[in-house]
């Protein structure tokens, strides 16, 4: 679904040098996405993770803002050559193995369900000179595990990384053909 007020959402691109800037928009994005599980742990772990990110180098990073508000983001960063986690959980390796690997897209709670993680997606992976895309979901977030599949991604295995963060579906998109 979209709506006119989506439509006017500005995409505005980050990398590396600007993440001091935007490290505090990623975190109050992030705590209105997750303020009913903001008493989870692992859920209060995301500065660190975001830090994380943040610092790669080649991070890549789209914002969505409604005006001066920002509602969205989404980022990444491309995987280091030879340590594609993913590829134990595929029978073959791939011809390409350089992946970008997608570690959040979230939007402010009365801004889902517009087109905008669609279009946040779409900015961040736009012309990635990378051939494959991966990203995990949540295994008890079905629906969202269905749209990712509906953008082109296929499960290729579940994981989970940390004890006390959830089982994860680990999800594959070939950037090539889904061109």
């Not at 992946?99 to 736009?126: I, N, P, Q």
């Not at 990203?135 to 969202?144: A, E, G, I, N, S």
């Not at 595990?145 to 963060?165: C, H, M, N, T, V």
């Not at 594959?172 to 061109?179: C, E, N, Q, R, S």
Request: net charge negative.
């Amino acid at each position: 679904m979209t709506d006119s007020s989506a439509a006017a959402v500005d995409l505005r691109h980050y990398g590396h040098d600007d993440f001091d800037d935007i490290r505090q928009t990623l975190l109050d994005v992030h705590a209105d996405a997750y303020a009913d599980r903001a008493h989870e742990e692992f859920i209060q772990r995301f500065p660190w993770f975001v830090d994380q990110w943040g610092n790669r180098t080649r991070f890549a990073c789209v914002v969505a803002y409604d005006g001066s508000e920002p509602i969205g983001f989404t980022y990444g960063a491309p995987g280091e050559p030879g340590r594609e986690w993913w590829r134990d959980y595929l029978a073959e390796p791939p011809a390409d193995p350089s992946t970008f690997s997608v570690s959040e897209l979230m939007l402010k709670v009365k801004w889902r369900k517009r087109g905008l993680g669609e279009r946040l997606h779409t900015a961040l992976l736009d012309g990635r000179p990378e051939a494959l895309a991966v990203l995990t979901v949540d295994t008890k977030r079905p629906r969202l595990r269905a749209l990712y599949e509906g953008w082109g991604y296929r499960k290729i295995g579940e994981r989970q990384p940390f004890p006390d963060s959830p089982l994860y579906a680990v999800m594959l998109l070939d950037l090539k053909t889904a061109a």
